[in-house]
């Protein structure tokens, strides 16, 4: 059973509309005060919802090549301009810490730790497996596996977490917002199937925002997407 791109984005409008007509009931004090609004995290979803379903129709009629490759790159390094020049312009003009979104200082070590455990391990495996699935050449391996575990990760937890959860909880309240903000980032998926998007609501969505409401510190689910996709990753080579 499929959700075609069309259903998904009516039922993105429907969430979006919910949102920005909900009224303020909770004003729950979570993390610090609300830096940005419902409508600034929403134009920005928006934006790469409606990138990424281009892109999915331009992209039908291209076969499996490095070309391809290519322009998921670029659509990967733009949806991550799309995300952090509008978070860092916010949180400059208002002079904020970086802690507004769930990031603390030492975060980038543990982080840069795991990455490297991560790395030596692919690392070891390109060289010995002699005959990989699919990185048959090193490089682009490293490069494919480097943007899965790395880019995608601190992306979407910065753009679903750190922009969007923390204003939707405050209206929705820590559960529903955990909910819509779940849906909103698995309906944006438009070539996963159920079975794939129900695994995403679950283990990112509601586990993600119930470790960032845990811990309050957004490395946590950052690692586990990390985690999660480097296991995928593996899966490809071996």
Not at 62 to 87: A, D, E, Q
Request: charged share 10%.
């Amino acid at each position: 059973m499929e959700i075609n791109i069309l259903s998904r984005l009516a039922i993105i409008l429907a969430i979006t509309i919910l949102l920005l007509t909900i009224q303020k009931k909770h004003q729950i004090e979570y993390f610090q005060e609300q830096t940005w609004s419902i409508k600034e995290a929403l134009l920005i979803y928006w934006a790469i919802t409606l990138i990424t379903a281009i892109g999915l129709f331009l992209s039908k009629d291209i076969s499996p090549s490095r070309f391809s490759i290519v322009v998921s790159y670029i659509h990967t390094f733009l949806v991550g301009f799309i995300v952090f020049i509008p978070v860092i312009l916010i949180i400059n003009t208002r002079q904020l810490a970086i802690t507004v979104i769930g990031f603390k200082k030492s975060d980038v070590y543990w982080f840069l730790i795991f990455l490297v455990i991560q790395f030596s391990i692919l690392i070891v495996l390109l060289f010995v497996v002699k005959s990989p699935k699919s990185y048959s050449n090193t490089l682009w391996g490293l490069s494919l596996v480097s943007i899965t575990t790395v880019f995608w990760p601190i992306i979407e937890e910065v753009l679903y977490l750190g922009m969007m959860f923390i204003p939707v909880s405050r209206l929705a309240g820590l559960k529903t917002g955990a909910i819509l903000v779940s849906l909103l980032r698995i309906l944006i998926h438009f070539n996963y199937n159920i079975p794939k998007l129900m695994t995403g609501f679950a283990l990112f969505g509601l586990l993600g925002c119930y470790l960032f409401i845990k811990t309050k510190r957004i490395i946590v689910p950052v690692i586990l997407h990390s985690f999660i996709n480097f296991i995928v990753s593996l899966q490809e080579i071996v």
